[in-house]
């Protein structure tokens, strides 16, 4: 199994921007497809982006072109770069990866079976 740890929440005003990491311990020889999910106060969860291990990507449309969701095999680490925040990308944010499928994402973010514990981000108008 592996562990998952997020990092790098905060306060931004609005068009500002943050960094999300996740630090991956424990069974990283797997591959995994990793991704990003979040959940605002009183709404459901919703997914963000997923990457792959060959690096492919996928991202939802609320954040497409703001966005960017990497990783860095050697560190073990995966990134969330957020750029153009708004006030509705207030949310927890929280790292999840799948192993299943040898690296490729078949599935939602919302259903990995791994997750962090999340990391709070507050964007202000």
């Known amino acids: 199994q592996v562990q998952l740890m997020e990092s790098g929440g905060g306060s931004v005003q609005a068009g500002g921007s943050l960094r999300l990491s996740c630090a991956a311990s424990?069974?990283?020889?797997?591959?995994?497809?990793m991704g990003w999910f979040r959940q605002a106060p009183g709404k459901a969860r919703e997914g963000v982006a997923r990457?792959?291990?060959?690096?492919?990507?996928n991202y939802a449309d609320p954040v497409k072109g703001r966005f960017t969701i990497s990783k860095d095999n050697a560190k073990n680490n995966l990134y969330l770069q957020m750029s153009n925040l708004k006030p509705e990308d207030t949310a927890i944010y929280y790292c999840?990866?799948?192993?299943?499928?040898?690296?490729?994402?078949?599935?939602?973010?919302?259903?990995?079976?791994?997750r962090g514990q999340g990391t709070q981000v507050t964007v202000s108008s």
């Open positions: 999840a990866a799948d192993g299943s499928w040898g690296g490729a994402c078949y599935t939602d973010v919302l259903t990995f079976p791994l």
């Open positions: 990457i792959e291990s060959n690096g492919n990507t």
């Open positions: 424990g069974d990283t020889g797997r591959s995994y497809c």
